[in-house]
């Protein structure tokens, strides 16, 4: 599956093979926030994880499947979304987005500007929206994220290696934000009150 890589700030301590907690602590809105919309759009996340190159290159990710090579114009809308989700689940989480997410080098920031020349900014209030209809499924999420990270952290310094070191796998994620959608009601919840109708519908009425 091809994947984009929301990249955040480097996530190590300089010169170490050890993260750093307050990095981690500022990515898990944000990349929660990413993955959250890719949920709600039915996008494939493989995971969010650590990639590790080097004792100067750690980073926390979401592998997140790219458009495809002729998106419609819904599919350019909604990876712009994903996009803008990670500023997005910095807002809802803090009330404040990092200015590092302007920088012309930010991956999410050129995934905008090729699929829609235009912004981060243009689509973080729709984002965060979204967000916000979801907020149980996100806090949840987040809360995921910060139990893995002792197990994860020991690992990678236990290790000093570099690779890829998931925190949160798809099979994590489905149960986590299963029946996410854009305006937050959840489809399992649909289809249950149909099943509901269906029963109600088949059953005999009482007469008086």
Do not use: W
């Not at 689940?89 to 020349?117: C, F, I, M, Q, W």
């Amino acid at each position: 599956m091809p994947c984009a890589r929301r990249l955040c700030t480097s996530a190590f301590t300089i010169g170490s093979m050890k993260p750093n907690d307050e990095v981690f602590e500022q990515s898990v809105p944000h990349e929660a926030g990413h993955v959250l919309l890719a949920y709600c759009f039915r996008i494939p996340v493989k995971h969010i994880a650590y990639r590790i190159r080097s004792e100067f290159d750690g980073r926390i990710i979401s592998a997140i499947a790219n458009p495809s090579a002729m998106p419609s114009d819904e599919e350019k809308r909604a990876h712009c979304l994903v996009a803008s989700a990670g500023m997005a689940g910095e807002v809802v989480a803090t009330g404040v987005y990092d200015r590092a997410n302007l920088d012309p080098r930010n991956p999410d920031k050129r995934v905008v500007h090729v699929l829609a020349s235009a912004g981060l900014t243009d689509f973080l209030q729709p984002a965060q929206e979204i967000i916000v209809k979801n907020k149980e499924a996100f806090d949840a999420l987040c809360s995921a994220i910060r139990e893995r990270y002792p197990e994860i952290k020991a690992r990678i310094i236990s290790s000093a290696q570099p690779g890829i070191y998931p925190l949160l796998v798809t099979e994590d994620l489905d149960k986590i934000l299963a029946g996410v959608t854009p305006s937050g009601k959840a489809k399992a919840a649909r289809k249950q009150s149909k099943v509901k109708r269906a029963r109600k519908a088949k059953s005999p009425r009482k007469r008086s």
